[in-house]
């Protein structure tokens, strides 16, 4: 016999988002991004909002650049590029009960963005060598579709806890904390904290984004934010303040503990 109450899938979200320059630094080259898309157009939205899944998927995502003083912001307006070419699409398509790949949809999307900022520092020599990190959502009515590349990070905090990072770091250190041979603090002070095997653009040819997906329930919150927001913010506190915080207040937190770095953060809570 079916269920008579069966569990409705989450259709409402509320977000914020924040970015901050820190303290040391003159230019801030991290950005957010926070989109809403049906099969007809992309949408920008506010720092600040709460919506109904009805009204399309939504888009949010954290970037840092690196090679040049605006490469998070290219990043972010290509990246906005290519998803208003391709997510509606995707949108029509599911729509009409066609199956899509959003994994394959992902792959594709970061692929032209990766391509398009290997353009662009081949032909404007202010943008040689300009690449990005890049950790995108997509969500959809009952989960989370994630693309990552670099070391920004994914937070996932489900309703019953524990929080956990969805995310691989595509850095050295990344790399060692996975095989066990760092801990957290080993790896925030170790010399080679910052060298990044993977990101967008930066000249690289390779590029293997970390896709998955995540069912989302009511009461789930998720995290996506830069390493400015990691270097200033334990786990443990980290868990305590997604918990129940924004975006801005997290922000402001990490700059104030420590603010070496631009700092951003997108916090989505399913409702």
């Known amino acids: 016999m079916s269920d008579p109450n069966p569990t409705q899938p989450p259709n409402q979200l509320r977000w914020s988002g924040m970015t901050h320059v820190g303290r040391v630094r003159q230019n801030n080259e991290d950005t957010f991004l926070c989109l809403n898309f049906d099969a007809r157009e992309v949408r920008y939205l ?56 959003h994994g394959d949809v992902l792959q594709e999307l970061f692929s032209l963005i990766h391509a398009e900022l290997i353009k662009l520092g081949r032909y404007y020599e202010e943008c040689r060598g300009m690449g990005a990190t890049l950790s995108l959502g997509w969500f959809t ?20 806890g524990p929080m956990r990072q969805l995310t691989h770091d595509h850095s050295y250190v990344g790399h060692l904390q996975r095989k066990g041979e760092l801990n957290e603090r080993q790896a925030r002070t170790h010399p080679r904290r910052n060298v990044l095997m993977q990101v967008l653009g930066a000249g690289r040819q390779y590029l293997d984004p970390h896709i998955g ?43 104030a503990e420590s603010g070496k770095d631009n700092a951003s953060a997108v916090v989505v809570e399913m409702m």
């Open 213 to 255: 997906s995540v069912i989302c329930e009511s009461g789930d919150r998720f995290l996506f934010c830069t390493d400015g927001v990691i270097d200033g913010i334990w786990n443990h506190r980290l868990a305590d303040m997604l918990a129940k915080d924004d975006a801005k207040t997290i922000v402001e937190y990490a700059v």
């Open 141 to 160: 009515p009952g989960c989370m579709h994630f693309a990552h590349i670099g070391d920004s990070r994914i937070y996932y905090l489900p309703k019953s």
């Open 46 to 101: 506010g720092k600040v909002g709460e919506s109904s899944l009805d009204n399309g998927d939504f888009v949010f995502a954290v970037s840092d650049g690196m090679g040049g003083a605006k490469s998070g912001e290219f990043a972010s307006k290509i990246a906005a590029e290519k998803i208003t070419q391709l997510l509606p699409r995707s949108f029509k398509q599911s729509a009409q009960n066609i199956a899509i790949g």
